[in-house]
């Protein structure tokens, strides 16, 4: 009953709706009107009741037109009010009149943008809080260690000879640690903000990962691991920021160092097509199935407790994977445990 009454009280509105049309509609009927009574000989009295009854039909024309028009602009206003206020709808739940496809059309695209729209900014809302988190988490760990150990060392131990040597020194690694995770927390946050700017250029590529092999080795021989490598050239140039790769190979290179208890890791690169495909092979602990398609992600840890033993940061394989697709290629990997594991990506030869 109500909906009536407000149709009713809506069709008051109905001449304010056509009024764009009043020049039209009533030019078009005075046109025919006067074609009219130059046509036919009429009575005067004739001429007055066929001019009242064209303003008659023009009034009427002008009704029936705002009705449309009315309906057409409000199913329209409802529709983006609906979008706007995000009303839980689904895109076939928006019709409207036939001759406005067109429009409905359009309006079905802004409701599924607006809805990726909003679902992407939940994604980011929870990604940025659980970011927040793991970093409170991962500065608190060192910050409370290096506290106790200046606290231990404040109340005593420091005139102990066989305890504050050992506690600095503690005490400086996990400085040590911190710094390597606030530089990661920065080249994350630049990477991910878009901030992070590419400089690639053609270089060699064997080189690179000789003097990446050569920067780790004194980690690697501390554990007696060797690393190998079998290159399919000497000299083959890709195109790539170097320094950015360099970070790639330095991460790969001291993660395989780090899970590996014994054995070797070997560096290959091979041909494909006219591409280099490059490929770290370490024979350490491995990565379970269920692990695989998460390790890229940040703070994502296999074994916890280990990777803080190794002194990891969690952000490393996530720093790998953005600089390697912002290269064009894809890192992937396969493991099995006990067995090891072999991460890879190619470039763009010259």
Known sequence: MDININKLKNKESNFSYSRVYFKEVFGLNLFLYFVFILTFELTPSQILFSLFLILLLSTLLLYLIGNKRRDAI????????????????SADDIVLNPHLEKIENDLKEIHKKNQDDISNMEILAQTRTDFLGNVSHELRTPIFTIQGFLDTLLNGAIDDPNVNRRFIKKAIKHTHNLNALL?????????ESGQMRMQPSYFDITKLIESSKEELESLSNEKNIKIKTKFVSDDVEVFGDKDKLRQVFVNLISNAIKYSESGNIKIVTETINEKIK?????????????????????????????SKDAGGTGLGLAIVKHIVEAHGSKIEVTSKIGKGSTFSFSLRKK
Do not use: C, P, W
Not at 74 to 89: A, F, G, Y
Not at 183 to 191: A, P, T
């Open 183 to 191: 530089n990661d927390l920065i080249d994350i946050s630049m990477i």
């Open 278 to 306: 490059i490929s770290i092979q370490d024979s350490g602990l491995g990565i379970a199935n269920v692990d695989l398609s998460r390790i890229f992600e940040r703070f994502y840890r296999v074994d916890k407790a280990r």
């Open 74 to 89: 409000e199913k329209i206003t409802s529709v983006i009010h609906q979008i706007k206020i995000n009303e839980h709808m």
